[in-house]
């Protein structure tokens, strides 16, 4: 074999070689092929690789501490480890929330989900037979939303239409010593926006808990009414509890007195229907069900928000109800970052009866050991992203 043919030859196999590689080589992606903006939706949407479906992925990380009777949420008491004497102690709670968002523009209409699910680790307070404890530890995962929507029908896990459609109770962090709703349900709904400042919304709901779930076909029934101008608005919700065949209805007004200070007014009245046919049920003889869980059958709540500057805003709210508990809650949200702020409240409850069962108004004893008072406070961080 000549020189010549040995060079041929491997200069031939080089190529060969090179033409194998060549083949199983692949190109480095383009980075923006990952972060293509969509902005059809809002901030914060990019397209998921391949398709035509905009994803934004948020949530947010929130520490917060209690103290004093702040509430069903933040209150916690524990026995002393040496004496077992009962005490009050602090709450602490570490919350982490995920969320995320998707939209699609189809022959339908718009596509939409929306996930959010929640971890928290705290504090609370135990009540068995052999502890009086308050422990710390990891709290169960919580699926708060998790629906889809394709124009205006919504079907999946949701808060109750009877909250959702016409609002919470302001901007504070203790919102219910005074409930003013049901929240966790499965719905099926339908949204509609006439354009003209008049929406609407009608929702079958399953409900939840041990005698909110319905227990026959009949389904839960929430209708509202909404009408925003620039002034404000006026909401207007009403909700059908077929377990106990109880109706319950809430209408509020929000007014816009100036950009930076916002009032609202919120009234709930509800029947008790069949309520208290039950007396054995705790729930039922408190003449409460899944709509109208407030005392008695009439409840209020009532409260303003003012923007300082662009950093901090005041929040506070009035509530109360015709067994006589009454609360009042302000605080103070400052902003350190634009997606980090600290919260400080202040909270007094007063507690008045539990039931009013088919007994009159006026015929409770309002001085029952029930009643009382108590002050709390809760200091919350809060990052968002």
Not at 130 to 154: P, V
Not at 237 to 264: H, M, P, Q, W
Request: hydrophobic fraction near 35%; include cysteine.
């Amino acid at each position: 074999m000549t020189i010549g043919s040995l060079l041929l030859g491997s200069t031939a196999a080089l190529i060969a070689v090179s033409d194998a590689r060549a083949v199983t080589t692949v190109a480095e992606p383009d980075p923006t092929e990952y972060a293509k903006i969509c902005d059809v939706y809002g901030s914060g949407y990019v397209y998921i690789s391949g398709t035509e479906t905009c994803l934004r992925i948020g949530g947010y990380l929130s520490y917060y501490v209690g103290l004093g009777d702040v509430g069903l949420f933040y209150h916690a008491r524990t026995s002393d480890v040496r004496t077992g004497e009962d005490q009050g102690t602090w709450q602490n709670n570490t919350r982490f929330t995920l969320k995320a968002w998707t939209g699609q523009e189809t022959e339908l209409g718009t596509l939409k989900t929306y996930t959010e699910t929640r971890v928290n680790f705290g504090n609370r307070h135990t009540s068995v037979s052999d502890s009086s404890r308050s422990y710390a530890f990891n709290g169960d995962s919580i699926l708060t939303f998790a629906w889809i929507q394709l124009g205006g029908l919504r079907v999946g896990k949701d808060w109750s239409a009877f909250d959702m459609f016409i609002g919470g109770a302001g901007d504070v962090l203790n919102q219910t010593p005074v409930p003013y709703g049901a929240l966790d349900t499965n719905v099926v709904q339908y949204y509609f926006d006439a354009g003209n400042g008049f929406s609407a919304v009608v929702s079958l709901e399953e409900g939840s808990g041990v005698v909110g779930t319905i227990d026959n076909y009949a389904p839960q029934i929430v209708g509202g009414l909404k009408y925003t101008h620039g002034w404000g608005a006026i909401t207007g919700v009403a909700g059908y509890d077929s377990n106990y065949e109880s109706v319950a209805a809430k209408v509020r007004v929000d007014i816009n007195v100036t950009n930076e200070l916002l009032l609202f007014g919120m009234f709930g009245y509800g029947s008790n229907g069949k309520l208290n046919d039950d007396p054995m049920n705790a729930i039922d003889a408190h003449g409460r069900g899944f709509y109208k869980i407030w005392g008695g059958n009439w409840a209020f709540w009532a409260g303003a928000a003012y923007e300082l500057n662009e950093t901090t805003s005041l929040n506070l709210q009035l509530s109360g109800d015709q067994l006589k508990n009454y609360g009042v809650a302000a605080n103070v949200a400052y902003a350190l970052l634009p997606d980090f702020t600290v919260t400080a409240e202040l909270d007094y409850d007063r507690y008045g009866g539990s039931a009013v069962g088919k007994v009159k108004a006026s015929e409770v004893n309002w001085t029952n050991a029930n009643k009382k008072s108590s002050v709390g406070g809760i200091l919350r961080f809060e990052r968002s992203f």
